[in-house]
């Protein structure tokens, strides 16, 4: 038994120049007229990059927009949840032609990050896009207002892909493409990979979750997502600290990999789940761990929406497949992590562990219980916290499932 194979392709599609090729790109795009593209937009462009998602060559027309917001496939029939697109203003669509090549620029940056030859430009609903993607069309939903704030006109067409930005050398030892994770899985002797999503720093509810994955699977990813995120979420570099002290204090030697890829966070709920685990699969993984309000924001999703969209969508959507698993919580009669399927214990019993609850306690210097996160790991977030004066640190509130 193999690996599983890269989603749609029997081998990953990667769109990353390199040597003779990329130099000549590079100088080929300072002839080019330029366009900004976002954080967001950078990240897509890398993961095209490095084949993570493959098969895809390049940022959608408007036939797999479409076909991807309304029913979750490509025009060709291929299952995909989320619209990878690249956007503009009216002003400047209207001076590209068809064929033309344009340099694209991380806004943030300057750094040219790549080519795209246009093949399409089009306008998109809006509306429909965060109504079908995201269930909502209100406007304080991360993602909402992230599709809101792009340009009008869609740009489409295949790209050529320079860099990955930053991640390489920020997160060194961290950040990994494809190929590199299924090199690693290969070394190893895996073959059944659970990946484990997350966007915060674990506790012990995440602890659990992975421990569980470890029993039943050959090894275990903590992926960690290193593009943006909201106001008042803790950032990569010091969640990467905390997750790795944990590794060391609290998993065995050799079952858990710590990794990290290069999205910004889009808060899709269901629909991000079904991306998180298609991505997954071209990093070689075989399950991907789905709990409680998986990607979501809120209370914009039920806790447990992201588990039964896999059932809408069946099995041969893609070969990667959840590992679902119920509430988890601290129980006070059992004197440990636990389930509702596992603890017999009544709610009165049960201390239900979340990341916008560890975030508002450290954010306020209030104490954390010892059942909420490891002493190790609370350190690192506590010094983290500390270089923050008080007033500047962002409101964080308990909403939706998080406030339970």
């Not at 990953?12 to 790109?25: P, Q, R, S």
Request: proline share 4%; hydrophobic share 40%; charged share 20%.
């Amino acid at each position: 038994m193999a690996l599983v194979t890269p989603h749609g392709s029997p081998t990953l599609v990667t769109l990353l120049l390199e040597g003779d090729a990329l130099a000549k790109a590079q100088q080929h795009a300072k002839t080019l007229t330029t366009i900004n593209i976002t954080s967001r937009e950078v990240g897509d462009l890398i993961m095209l990059g490095i084949g993570g998602f493959t098969p895809l060559t390049g940022f959608m027309g408007e036939k797999d927009w479409k076909g991807v917001v309304t029913n979750m496939h490509l025009d060709n029939g291929l299952f995909w949840p989320i619209p990878i697109t690249l956007s503009t203003d009216t002003a400047t669509a209207n001076t590209l032609q068809i064929g033309q090549e344009v340099a694209l620029a991380d806004t943030s940056t300057g750094e040219i990050m790549g080519i795209l030859t246009l093949s399409e430009k089009y306008g998109i609903d809006k509306d429909l896009e965060c109504r079908e993607v995201f269930g909502t069309t209100d406007i304080e939903h991360p993602g909402v207002k992230m599709v809101m704030n792009q340009g009008a006109i869609n740009l489409a067409g295949s790209v050529q892909v320079f860099s990955q930005g930053e991640f390489p050398t920020k997160y060194a030892g961290i950040y990994m493409t494809p190929t590199e994770t299924r090199k690693l899985f290969e070394e190893k002797g895996w073959q059944t990979i659970a990946a484990f999503q997350t966007r915060n720093p674990m506790h012990r509810s995440h602890e659990y979750l992975a421990k569980i994955a470890v029993e039943i699977c050959d090894g275990v990813l903590i992926h960690s997502l290193l593009g943006e995120l909201k106001e008042g979420d803790i950032p990569a570099d010091v969640r990467q600290e905390a997750i790795g002290v944990l590794i060391d204090k609290y998993f065995k030697k050799d079952t858990v990999i710590q990794s990290g890829y290069p999205l910004d966070m889009r808060y899709a709920g269901p629909r991000e789940a079904l991306l998180h685990a298609l991505f997954r699969q071209n990093y070689g993984c075989s399950h991907l761990i789905v709990g409680r309000d998986h990607a979501g924001v809120g209370d914009y999703y039920g806790p447990f929406d992201a588990q039964h969209i896999f059932d809408k969508v069946g099995r041969d959507a893609m070969i990667t497949q959840p590992l679902k698993i119920d509430w988890t919580f601290w129980c006070n009669a059992c004197e440990a992590m636990a389930s509702t399927k596992s603890c017999p214990h009544d709610a009165s019993q049960h201390v239900k562990v979340s990341g916008t609850k560890l975030r508002k306690a450290l954010s306020e210097d209030e104490e954390v219980p010892a059942n909420f996160s490891r002493p190790e790991v609370l350190e690192v977030l506590r010094a983290y916290y500390a270089t923050i004066a008080k007033e500047d640190r962002a409101v964080v509130e308990l909403k939706g499932h998080s406030a339970k």
